[in-house]
């Protein structure tokens, strides 16, 4: 299936953007974000996910504020919109390795916001993850880590809550890892 990213020079398998250059059900590519209050007081997790040869992409949004814990868990098929969004979550890329936009739209959750997410230091990429298990690839993925800060708006339940440059940290991992996606043959 063609999307908008097979009009670009970067393709890595001879197929179609749509595609893997593995047939492994695990296989997935994911943001993962989190966010803390300078004092403590409240944190945050924001995740989006693809899984390719599952046709999934999924997320969650989780804050804790005032002792309470919020929670957001969205799913959808992933064909045939290639866009890094799910239900009322999204990440837009706004300057690659840099800068990105979280948003959660308002709904039936208790709890939606805007955010900008920005690195104070460049990415460090991990070594390759690999492993073999009895003959079979355990394992085999790639990640980097990058430390930023978040500015933006929360309202939970009702009440607003501006961040201001909040200490922050954020992955991205793709490749085929344990637990994930289905479960495991024996």
Request: charged share 25%.
């Amino acid at each position: 299936m063609l999307t908008p990213l097979d009009d670009s020079l970067w393709h890595q398998i001879p197929a179609t953007f749509d595609h893997v250059g593995t047939s492994d059900p695990r296989f997935f590519d994911r943001y993962w974000f989190a966010v803390y209050e300078p004092e403590g007081r409240a944190g945050l997790q924001f995740t989006l996910g693809v899984y390719n040869n599952m046709n999934v992409v999924d997320g969650g949004f989780v804050v804790i504020h005032e002792g309470r814990q919020h929670n957001l868990r969205v799913s959808r098929s992933l064909r045939p919109r290639f866009e890094a969004a799910c239900g009322p979550m999204s990440v837009e890329v706004v300057e690659p390795l840099r800068r990105f936009q979280l948003s959660v739209e308002a709904g039936e959750h208790s709890v939606h916001g805007q955010l900008e997410w920005t690195g104070v230091l460049p990415p460090e990429e991990e070594k390759p993850h690999f492993s073999r298990l009895r003959g079979r690839v355990a394992e085999e993925y790639q990640r980097f880590n990058q430390i930023g800060e978040c500015s933006g708006w929360l309202d939970i339940e009702g009440s607003r809550i501006e961040l201001d440059r909040w200490w922050s940290c954020r992955d991205h991992s793709w490749g085929v890892r344990p637990s994930m996606g289905i479960p495991e043959p024996v």
